[in-house]
């Protein structure tokens, strides 16, 4: 019979499976945070320039450069976890909030427990985080864009869940809008564990701007299978 072929795997699984290979946090050096900051910069100027063609060719030109100067020395694979003294996982540069990700919103974490060690019961937990969205995360006029919404609340409901020491992957997201959510404007986010049966986990979260909820999600987590 023909071996089981993996299936796909959370960061906090792959991070088990690694151990003492998982790099520390404190390894990243604060230049490289730096460049994001100044990528997102760039990414918002774009979005809101109205300089002339020549203007934006010289520009294209510099991108270009710099674009050849970081691929000089590149990862095979767009993976890059850590972990923090307390022993919590961190996805790096994933879409959802990785703070190496320029494309991923700028998520600061306010309250994310560090998870059980593996094999735990996972325990009830409300993980919590803020983000300002800029004109790059833009959709109706003045309003974050619903799709970029469900994937900062994918995020915090997933950081839930491994919170809990629950790992899985989502197979269900439902998001519900019940208004603007502004830019420029500090928001905040949260993300709650429900429970599991079997190898699903049940999570929830909002986003709450001056007390308002201005959207809400649900999500279903699913742990990845084990070898006996």
Known sequence: MA???????????????????????????????????????????????????????????????????????????PLFIVRHPDGRVESMIQAGSGRLNPQAPPVEWIQRPAEPPPGSQPVPVEVRARCTFTAAHAGSPGRVHGGVIAVVLDELLGGAVTAAGATGMTVSFALSLKGATPLHVPVVLFGRYKGREGRKSFATGEVVVDGTVTAEASAIYVQERRDA
Request: hydrophobic content about 50%; overall charge negative.
């Open 3 to 77: 071996a089981r072929e993996p299936g796909p795997a959370s960061a906090a699984r792959l991070a088990e499976q690694l151990g003492d290979r998982v790099p520390v946090a404190e390894s990243i050096p604060e230049e490289a945070f730096a460049l994001v900051a100044r990528v997102r910069e760039l990414v918002a100027a774009v979005v809101m320039t109205d300089v002339g063609p020549a203007e934006r060719a010289a520009a294209a030109d510099q991108v270009a450069a710099i674009t050849d100067a970081l691929r000089a020395r590149q990862r095979e694979q």
